[in-house]
Nanobody, 115 residues
């Protein structure tokens, strides 16, 4: 059974940083294309960053230059380093395959950027 557990969210001031983690079980992230997604109230869930099996990364325009996706195969964990956070980054952040699978959505981790 595949399980993806997000953590690392919190309340941070504008300009601050957070590192999100996605601990995977039942699946090898090293051999899976993965992504970080986010959803704000009243908006559709969007793909923020992705990493291919080969390690290539892609970012939404809103995340370029500020967010970095990475993975630790030994820990079977994926990360999202978020710097220079803005209030518009406030959302519930999820990890999933890319493209996503409905059955793999977890509870997410809340990121709130506010002064």
């Amino acid at each position: 059974q595949v399980r993806l557990v997000e953590s690392g969210g919190g309340l941070v001031q504008p300009g601050g940083s957070l590192r999100l983690s996605c601990a995977a079980s039942g699946i090898s992230i090293r051999f899976s294309a993965m992504g970080w997604y986010r959803q704000s109230p009243g908006k559709q869930r969007e793909l923020v960053a992705s990493i291919t099996i080969g390690g290539s990364t892609n970012y939404a325009d809103s995340a370029k230059g500020r967010f970095t996706i990475s993975r630790d195969s030994a820990k079977n964990t994926m990360y999202l380093q978020m710097n220079s956070l803005k209030p518009e980054d406030t959302a519930l952040y999820y990890c999933n395959l890319q493209p996503s699978l409905r059955a793999y959505w977890g509870q997410g981790t809340q990121v709130t950027v506010s002064s």
